[in-house]
Structure formats: structure tokens, C-alpha cells
């Protein structure tokens, strides 16, 4: 596809349940980054990866955040045990580029517990 | 202080006039400033991006960075009412993990 893709759209989780967010890269894109956002925030740094290489996970809130890009495409964002506080969207952007702001965004995994 | 800050707004401004959104920015972040615009449910856009003092122009928007003072600017001349998004001022800091502030919504009146 020409944009960054990103699914599921929607998700509704029972609080305990695990959740995989999927992310589709624009082809050759060499950085990936994962951002969540809360309603009427901007969006917050969760995990970077350069290639397969995850250089940085400072942001994620917790050891129930996990991400992947094991072949340096696709990327997934899994949650364990999700918490209502992790009801938020999830936006992955990529760039064909390292250490630039020009990023380009997927529509989101709007993410709701109940 | 936050690296990045902005006023969340709303501002409202008539259809054709000039809306001036404003972010200012510690010394946590790098120097060189993007814009993005973010419409209601939808993913943020890159529109202006700025790495040196002084003015950048493309189309209606132009970009404004003043280092002295530490803010960035963003002025859309003849808004119009599809204008009317969030905007997202963002920078990175020591590397490549960009920053981005709360965003200012604005609305442009028909």
C-alpha cells in the first residue's frame, strides 16, 4: 500500500486480556516508531526501531508493553494483561529516514478496556 | 518546564483571517521544529518543518523559529474553515524521538 497501515482500526479488550496492534510500514522505511495517544494529548514516544533493531523502549509504561519488527517490516505492539489505563489510540509512523521529525503516520489502533 | 509546550486552545478565528499558533521549547530538545496537523480522528500530517532562525514559507502556512526566545510559530494566512484541525508543534530531543507538545485545536469560522 502507499501509507502506513495499521490494524485493528478498533479494539475493545475485558481488562486481563492480551492485545497484539499490528503495523504495516511504507516499503524500505528504515525507522519505525510507536506513539500512543490520549484524548486531547499529543502523542507520547512509546518504542523505536531502526531496521529490526529496537533502540529505544524508554517509553513504554510498563513490562506489559512489548514490541517487535523481527524482520524489519511489520511491527506489533503487544500488551499482556491490559488495564483501563491502556485505553488510548496507538499510532505507528515510519520514516525512510534515521534521526529525522519528517514521519509518517498510520490511521491508529483506537484501543478500549473495559 | 515541558520540551515542547502549547496553548491547547481552542483558537477561533473568521473565515480569511490570519490564525498564528504558537509553541515554545526547552533546552531538552534539538534545534529544528515540525508542524503537524491533526484532524479530528484521524492520524497527524507533517505541513511545515524548520531547522534554522527566521522565516519559511510554503503556500498559505509560514513557520517561524526565534532560538533567542526559544518558540516556533506557525501562521496560516486566509484560513479557511477546513483548516480548522489540531496542531502539533514537535522536536526531537538528543537524537531521533520526537517530541511533541499537547497540540492547539482551531477553529475557523465560516
Known amino acids: 500500500g502507499a501509507g502506513v497501515s495499521q490494524s485493528p482500526r478498533y479494539k475493545v479488550a475485558k481488562r486481563g486480556q492480551d492485545v497484539a496492534l499490528r503495523c504495516d510500514p511504507i516499503?524500505?522505511?528504515?525507522?519505525l516508531f510507536w506513539y500512543q495517544q490520549a484524548l486531547g494529548q499529543g502523542p507520547e514516544f512509546l518504542t523505536y526501531?531502526?531496521?529490526?533493531?529496537?533502540?529505544?523502549k524508554s517509553g513504554l509504561p510498563s513490562d506489559r508493553f512489548f514490541a517487535e519488527r523481527p524482520e524489519g517490516s511489520v511491527s506489533t505492539l503487544k500488551i499482556q494483561r491490559t488495564q483501563q489505563e491502556d485505553s488510548a489510540v496507538y499510532l505507528c509512523?515510519?520514516?525512510?529516514?534515521?534521526?529525522?521529525?519528517?514521519?509518517?503516520f498510520g490511521e491508529g489502533s483506537r484501543l478500549t478496556v473495559l | 518546564q515541558k520540551e515542547v509546550e502549547q496553548n491547547s486552545g481552542p483558537l477561533s478565528v473568521p473565515e480569511g483571517a490570519i490564525a498564528s499558533l504558537n509553541c515554545t521549547y526547552s533546552?531538552?530538545?534539538?534545534?529544528?521544529f515540525f508542524w503537524y496537523r491533526q484532524y479530528s480522528g484521524k492520524s497527524p500530517e507533517l505541513i511545515m518543518s524548520i531547522y534554522s532562525n527566521g522565516d519559511k514559507e510554503d503556500g498559505r502556512f509560514t513557520a517561524q523559529l526565534n532560538k533567542a526566545s526559544q518558540y516556533v510559530s506557525l501562521l496560516i494566512r486566509d484560513s479557511q474553515p477546513s483548516d480548522s484541525a489540531t496542531y502539533l508543534c514537535?522536536?526531537?530531543?538528543?537524537?531521533?524521538?520526537?517530541?511533541f507538545g499537547s497540540g492547539t485545536r482551531l477553529l475557523v469560522r465560516p
Open positions: 533546552d531538552r530538545v534539538s534545534q529544528s
Open positions: 514537535a522536536a526531537p530531543d538528543s537524537s531521533y524521538k520526537l517530541i
Open positions: 516499503s524500505g522505511h528504515v525507522s
Open positions: 509512523a515510519s520514516s525512510p529516514y534515521s534521526n529525522t521529525g519528517e514521519l509518517f
Open positions: 526501531f531502526q531496521n529490526e533493531a529496537q533502540l529505544d
